[in-house]
């Protein structure tokens, strides 16, 4: 099951799991404004491209 990471790498904020957040293939996370506006969706780290998450109901 895929690791759901509940703060940006970039900016350390806390991304609820029910909110937008973006992941690459390694799973490295990032909130919405960081991955659109920041990275322009590509991972810092790997060079990868930045998906959208699926969202995760809470239990
Ligand atoms: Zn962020
Ligand atoms: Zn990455």
New binding site residues.
């Given amino acids: 099951m895929l690791e759901m990471k509940s703060v940006?790498e970039?900016?350390a904020?806390p991304i609820a799991q029910d909110s937008t957040a973006f992941i690459c293939s390694y799973e490295c996370t990032?909130?919405a404004?960081?991955a659109d506006k920041t990275h322009r969706l590509t991972c810092p780290n790997c060079k990868g491209e930045l998906t959208q998450r699926p969202k995760r109901e809470a239990a």
Avoid: V
């Fill in positions: 940006c970039t900016c904020k990032f909130c404004p960081c």
